[in-house]
């Protein structure tokens, strides 16, 4: 082998050593990248989970507020329903206690006029006593 072969075969050895360091660099930095891109996504994946939790134990609690409500209007609509059937009544009651009132001044009116034609009728009959 000459020296030039020599030389040629060292250049061609470093020149293939630096090239698989090249690509080996490469690839490191290609796997870090990947592995730092799953974490990455594992991270957010990891903060969704926490969301979707908090969301979950947000509608939980609307839905037990929500069927608390619906009892409470429920509860309101028997109490206006009682409160409409007990005005009815009253408002019945109040006629009937219109309508006795009515009838009783009307007995008024006739106990009066009884009682002047009987004052005068007895006034007349004392005027013949004399």
């Given at each position: 082998?000459?020296?030039?072969?020599?030389?040629?075969?060292?250049?061609?050895?470093?020149?293939?050593?630096?090239?698989?360091?090249?690509?080996?660099?490469?690839?490191?930095?290609?796997?870090?990248?990947?592995?730092?891109?799953?974490?990455?996504?594992?991270?957010?994946?990891?903060?969704?989970?926490?969301?979707?939790?908090?969301?979950?134990?947000?509608?939980?609690?609307?839905?037990?507020?929500?069927?608390?409500?619906?009892?409470?209007?429920?509860?309101?609509?028997?109490?206006?329903?009682?409160?409409?059937?007990?005005?009815?009544?009253?408002a019945q009651e109040a006629k009937e206690h219109?309508?006795?009132?009515?009838?009783?001044?009307?007995?008024?009116?006739?106990?009066?006029?009884?009682?002047?034609f009987h004052g005068e009728r007895a006034s007349?009959?004392?005027?013949?006593?004399?």
């Open positions: 082998m000459s020296e030039r072969e020599a030389g040629v075969s060292t250049l061609a050895v470093v020149i293939i050593v630096v090239a698989v360091i090249v690509l080996l660099a490469l690839f490191a930095f290609a796997m870090r990248r990947s592995a730092e891109r799953r974490r990455e996504r594992e991270r957010q994946r990891e903060r969704l989970r926490g969301e979707v939790e908090g969301h979950r134990q947000e509608a939980e609690a609307h839905v037990a507020t929500a069927q608390e409500k619906k009892q409470e209007a429920a509860q309101e609509q028997r109490s206006a329903a009682e409160h409409e059937a007990a005005a009815e009544r009253h219109k309508r006795r009132a009515a009838e009783a001044e009307e007995r008024v009116g006739r106990e009066e006029r009884a009682s002047e007349e009959r004392e005027q013949e006593l004399d």
